[in-house]
């Protein structure tokens, strides 16, 4: 299927964005020894984007300004064996699991970045992305001031009309599996901000559901409002509503029918789904049958970025996510006080 000029728009803009900044961000690659991985560090560097970092043995033919850590010789793997028992400490770790634990590249990556050693670590290229996840999870945490990772696509559509100028973000489609109306509403703020940092745009969000403003009666009706409640509670300057259906949030004569007088109804930018198995099979289909193109999952509420790719990734795509998380370098220098 052809990619949307929305999908290259956005990639353009950026790459465009990231080399503006006097910032050349430190992403740690845990899979340095794959050839995709090694391809995109390249670009990094000759690009003037980013300094590419890679755990791994370094082989003899490195690409320039790129930098190996073998985690089995690195002077670095000490101090990081004692910052994971730190982090664990709850857990009752042993100096041993520690060890092991650090061997392992997505760990020693993650820890780079929790150490301030690296800006941030995109993984995933072999790993599956429930070790990449549970790395960042451990080592890194959410941020301050949430309690919940979650994920974000940019879904970039055909019809430039869409959302904003064919981007919208879809949330959450691969991480939390069944979010409570507190996480839901976790989930709206993250996503808010990631439609500003990586598209742009002002948010104008949806809490969907199969019912629009309680034409449906369910306990996950009532979920998706009490989210709703809560996002409003805490963020009232941001424009969300809910709870809406596909329709009523995109097409503005649906809206008028359904949710007159909504300031989201009919031009959302940014869908929030109300779990897992929708926004999942919800990406997917509009990939699939509409021929957007999803970028992603971006993780969102981490206290640093970390991302993760599919095992189907080509360089390019390495090297894209590399550059979203220089951008979520960048947005999280801009919001240290
Ligand atoms: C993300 C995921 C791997 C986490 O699994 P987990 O078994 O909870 O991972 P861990 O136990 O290593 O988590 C480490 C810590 O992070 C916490 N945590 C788990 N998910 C979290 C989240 N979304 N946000 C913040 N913290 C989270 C855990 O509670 C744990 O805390 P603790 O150390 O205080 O006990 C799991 O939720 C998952 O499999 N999600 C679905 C992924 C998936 O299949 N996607 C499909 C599409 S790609």
Redesign the pocket.
């Known amino acids: 299927m052809a990619v949307p000029e929305s999908a290259r728009a956005f990639v353009a803009d950026l790459i465009s964005r990231v080399r503006q900044s006097q910032n050349r961000w430190r992403i740690v690659f845990p899979e340095g020894n794959d050839e995709r991985v090694v391809a995109a560090a390249g670009r990094l560097v000759r690009e003037n984007v980013a300094q590419p970092l890679l755990v791994g043995k370094a082989p003899s033919n490195a690409p320039e300004g790129v930098q190996f850590f073998d985690p089995a010789s690195s002077p670095l793997t000490r101090n990081y064996v004692s910052l994971y028992r730190e982090r664990?400490r709850?857990?009752g770790i042993t100096e041993f699991e520690a060890q092991e634990a650090v061997r392992k590249p997505e760990f020693f990556a993650a820890l780079m970045v929790a150490a301030g050693d690296a800006d941030g670590t995109v993984g995933g290229a072999v790993l599956s992305?429930?070790e990449v996840?549970?790395a960042a999870?451990?080592c890194i945490?959410?941020a301050k001031g949430t309690?919940?990772?979650?994920s974000v696509f940019v879904m970039a559509m055909p019809d430039p009309g869409a959302g904003h100028k064919g981007l919208m973000a879809f949330a959450d489609?691969?991480?939390?599996?069944d979010p409570s109306a507190p996480e839901l509403a976790e989930i709206a703020i993250a996503t808010a901000e990631s439609t500003r940092t990586l598209i742009g745009a002002e948010p104008v969000v949806a809490l969907l559901s199969f019912s629009t403003k309680g034409s449906g009666r369910h306990k996950q009706v009532d979920k998706v409002s009490e989210a709703l409640r809560i996002v409003k509670a805490r963020v009232p300057e941001l424009n969300i509503d809910g709870e809406l259906q596909a329709d009523a949030a995109l097409v503005p004569e649906v809206a008028k029918l359904k949710a007159l007088g909504s300031t989201v109804a009919g031009r959302a930018n940014t869908l929030i789904f109300p779990d897992?198995n929708s926004a999942?099979i919800g990406y997917k289909l509009v990939e699939r049958l509409a021929g957007a193109s999803a970028m992603g999952?971006f993780l969102q509420?981490l206290a640093k970025p970390a991302n993760d790719l599919s095992r189907g990734c080509s360089s390019d795509d390495v090297f894209h996510t590399a550059v979203v998380t220089c951008l979520q370098c960048q947005q999280a220098l801009s919001q240290r006080p």
């Open positions: 664990r709850a857990k992305s429930r996840l549970k999870l451990q945490g959410p309690r919940l990772v979650s489609g691969s991480v939390v599996i897992l999942n999952p509420g």
